[in-house]
């Protein structure tokens, strides 16, 4: 999952997927990405390999604000290592794939 590695007198969290890649997204993005990790082996996925989860959810979890999800969230897909799909309303959960 997340793995710490000091950098001079800064600590960064480094993402350390099983392909080797690495890449620098922030403590922020890394905390999300694990945790959904840990979710996606916990829910049930559909066909596609999507699972459920209601945002509020998440947020309540990880103690984090709305604007803050969503800029973590955006951060991941950008990067490619989630796909993320917008539920209807506040009574639809969210479907969420773990990528890499």
Known sequence: ???????GKYKRIYIR???????DLGVGP???????EFLSKRFKKDDRGY???FNTFI?????IGRDKLKNYRNALVEAGYID???GINQNAKSRYKIIM
């Open 51 to 53: 699972f459920c989860v």
């Open 17 to 23: 997927t099983y392909g080797g890649i690495i890449q």
């Open 84 to 86: 993320y799909i917008q």
């Open 1 to 7: 999952m997340a793995d710490a590695k000091h950098v």
């Open 59 to 63: 947020k309540e979890q990880l103690g």
């Open 30 to 36: 890394a905390v999300l990405y694990g945790f959904l």
